[in-house]
């Protein structure tokens, strides 16, 4: 017997998975689809630059389980602009309180979308709908400034419209805290992490250079040219080390050039590689495989899902994890035990951690157990779980 209908609503929910929010969403929609206690509907806008007949045939396999599917037409990139955000958002709201008005939902669960103006007007326009609980998900740390990695966020918002705010890490319900969100109302959800998908292709050290890889969004900050520095001090010490940084966007092209600019001056030419490509999940798995060492250079907080999902995937793969002490990341890795922490972007600090990470012996026990981390705190029956504690919590209230 369906006891629960719940209907996620965001933009761009659909391959290509490239970016942290559809992503989310989508191993959201697959931990709970099956499941003969709740039935799931999906809202969301269409990528019109997104159009191939992988992404049509990926899209159809993913929503085959679904009792509702609706895809508007997006209007302009809401990632840069900040107009296209709000018209998408009252497209969505228009197509959510559309369906509500048909037939009956339970939960909306929603999160690319501005929630100024969806919850306020899905409260407001009909007072059936008034009884459906919503659920705001938050996976990034808040900025005071709208952009790109904006969460839209007014406290009377979240005090008045929402029955429940899901997070993904500590650091955002404490912002929350922060923000005077009641606690009774934030739920953990961590990222969920297909630990049956993102797996060790094997345990053994491949014959060859010791592979570094960095993957995902390019900037100063993500990625700072310090990190070439301490690639040259292992590299005169005998150490063969190939680093790979594989940026995202076309216009991160900037930024790599100026790393392999930085990289030439240093005699790393033949080293470091560079390329920018939109990876899909199973170019991601076989990626990861192919590295020795995953490396998250952050120099300072970043605009990113909370905790990134790169550093999770890369774990799950059973990959030594280099990273610094940003956000998150603490939160998840026990240096020395699951990965390797550096407090700082020191040269000589993260050469250390490279040098150990590059130890046959200790990296082999460091693998081991950041996919057993991984398996245990963020796969899809720990996700299942979870949200539907927070939906059973909500609905009986």
Same mark, same amino acid.
């Given at each position: 017997?369906?006891?629960?209908?719940?209907?996620?609503?965001?933009?761009? !929910?659909?391959?290509?998975?490239?970016?942290? $929010?559809?992503?989310?969403?989508?191993?959201?929609?697959?931990?709970?689809?099956?499941? $003969?206690?709740?039935?799931? +509907?999906?809202?969301?806008?269409?990528?019109?630059?997104?159009?191939?007949?992988?992404? *049509?045939?990926?899209?159809?396999?993913?929503?085959?389980?679904?009792?509702?599917?609706?895809?508007?037409?997006?209007?302009?990139?809401?990632?840069?602009?900040?107009?296209?955000?709000?018209?998408?958002?009252?497209? #969505?709201?228009?197509?959510?309180?559309?369906?509500?008005?048909?037939?009956?939902?339970?939960?909306?669960?929603?999160?690319?979308?501005?929630?100024?103006?969806?919850?306020?007007?899905?409260?407001?326009? =009909?007072?059936?709908?008034?009884?459906?609980?919503?659920?705001?998900?938050?996976?990034?740390?808040?900025?005071?400034?709208?952009?790109?990695?904006?969460?839209?966020?007014?406290? *009377?918002?979240?005090?008045?419209?929402?029955?429940?705010?899901?997070?993904?890490?500590?650091?955002?319900?404490?912002?929350?805290?922060?923000?005077?969100?009641?606690?009774?109302?934030?739920?953990?959800?961590?990222?969920?992490?297909?630990?049956?998908?993102?797996?060790?292709?094997?345990?053994?050290?491949?014959?060859?250079?010791?592979?570094?890889?960095?993957?995902? +969004?390019?900037?100063?900050?993500?990625?700072? #040219?310090?990190?070439?520095?301490? !690639?040259?001090?292992?590299?005169?010490?005998?150490?063969? #080390?190939?680093?790979? =940084?594989?940026?995202?966007?076309?216009?991160?092209?900037?930024? !790599?050039?100026?790393?392999?600019?930085? *990289?030439?001056?240093?005699?790393?030419? $033949? +080293?470091?590689?560079?390329?920018?490509?939109?990876?899909?999940?199973?170019?991601?798995? $076989?990626?990861?495989?192919?590295?020795?060492?995953?490396?998250?250079?952050?120099?300072?907080?970043?605009?990113?899902?909370?905790?990134? #999902?790169?550093?999770?995937?890369?774990?799950?793969?059973?990959?030594?994890?280099?990273?610094?002490?940003?956000?998150?990341?603490?939160? !998840?890795?026990?240096?020395?035990?699951?990965?390797?922490?550096?407090?700082?972007?020191?040269?000589?600090?993260?050469?250390?951690?490279?040098?150990?990470?590059?130890?046959?012996?200790?990296?082999?026990?460091?693998?081991?157990?950041?996919?057993?981390?991984?398996?245990?705190?963020? +796969?899809?029956?720990?996700?299942?779980?979870?949200?539907?504690?927070?939906?059973?919590?909500?609905?009986?209230?």
């Amino acid at each position: 017997m369906i006891n629960i209908h719940v209907c996620f609503v965001g933009q761009e !929910i659909h391959p290509p998975w490239i970016r942290g $929010d559809p992503q989310l969403f989508k191993e959201m929609i697959n931990a709970l689809v099956g499941n $003969d206690d709740i039935e799931i +509907s999906l809202i969301t806008t269409h990528d019109v630059t997104g159009d191939n007949a992988s992404n *049509a045939a990926q899209f159809e396999a993913f929503a085959r389980g679904l009792k509702n599917v609706i895809v508007l037409r997006g209007t302009g990139n809401h990632n840069y602009a900040p107009r296209s955000y709000d018209v998408n958002s009252l497209l #969505l709201w228009r197509a959510a309180s559309g369906l509500a008005s048909r037939e009956a939902v339970d939960i909306f669960h929603i999160g690319s979308l501005n929630a100024s103006l969806f919850a306020p007007l899905m409260r407001l326009k =009909i007072p059936r709908l008034r009884n459906i609980k919503l659920v705001r998900h938050i996976y990034m740390l808040l900025q005071q400034r709208r952009g790109r990695f904006a969460v839209p966020l007014l406290r *009377a918002t979240y005090a008045h419209f929402f029955d429940g705010v899901a997070v993904t890490s500590g650091n955002i319900r404490a912002e929350l805290h922060r923000r005077g969100i009641a606690d009774d109302v934030i739920f953990f959800v961590p990222p969920i992490i297909n630990t049956d998908f993102f797996t060790p292709h094997s345990t053994q050290r491949q014959p060859g250079p010791i592979r570094v890889l960095y993957m995902g +969004s390019v900037s100063q900050k993500r990625f700072p #040219l310090d990190v070439l520095s301490s !690639i040259h001090t292992l590299r005169q010490e005998g150490l063969n #080390l190939q680093l790979s =940084i594989v940026a995202r966007y076309e216009f991160e092209r900037v930024w !790599i050039d100026k790393i392999a600019s930085q *990289a030439a001056k240093l005699g790393l030419g $033949d +080293s470091v590689m560079t390329r920018v490509q939109a990876l899909e999940e199973r170019e991601k798995r $076989d990626l990861y495989n192919t590295a020795d060492i995953v490396l998250l250079p952050f120099s300072g907080p970043v605009g990113a899902t909370q905790p990134p #999902l790169v550093l999770l995937e890369a774990m799950s793969c059973g990959k030594v994890v280099v990273a610094t002490r940003e956000q998150d990341i603490p939160l !998840i890795v026990e240096h020395g035990f699951n990965g390797l922490l550096v407090d700082d972007l020191n040269p000589e600090d993260l050469a250390d951690a490279l040098r150990l990470a590059a130890s046959s012996e200790r990296a082999a026990f460091i693998a081991a157990n950041a996919r057993e981390t991984i398996v245990n705190s963020f +796969s899809r029956e720990v996700g299942r779980e979870r949200l539907l504690q927070m939906y059973t919590s909500i609905l009986n209230r």
